[in-house]
């Protein structure tokens, strides 16, 4: 099954609800349902607390979860913002992922100049 990719990667068979985010720097963060699930197990959030956050509707977030569709690129986009600002490092396959892990607060915090 070929299913929708965001960033300059093309068309990719990625699986069921897999799709990539083009993040800063050109890294291709795989976002699948299982990543979004540890997430927000990181962050101790439910489904609504991520599409609140995000401003998506539940139903978006637990459609994605369970597979049943892939998300569009602006609920992606989203979804990826809302878990960054939170502190979640997503990681790209073959950098230690795919994965995701929670940024520590020094990790969070812009350097001074």
Known sequence: MRHRSSGDVGSLDLGPGCAY???????KVLLCPEISRAARGLL???QEDLAM???VSRSTVRDFEKGRHVLHRSSEDLLVA??????VELMPA?????GVRLL???ETKPCAT
Do not use: K
Not at 21 to 27: K, P, Y
Not at 82 to 87: E, H, I, Y
Not at 94 to 98: K, L, M, N, S
């Open 104 to 106: 520590t607060h020094a």
């Open 82 to 87: 809302a878990l960054r600002s939170a502190g």
């Open 53 to 55: 956050r995000a401003g």
């Open 44 to 46: 101790d959030w439910t």
């Open 94 to 98: 073959g950098e230690g992922g795919p």
């Open 21 to 27: 985010f083009n993040l800063f720097g050109g890294h």
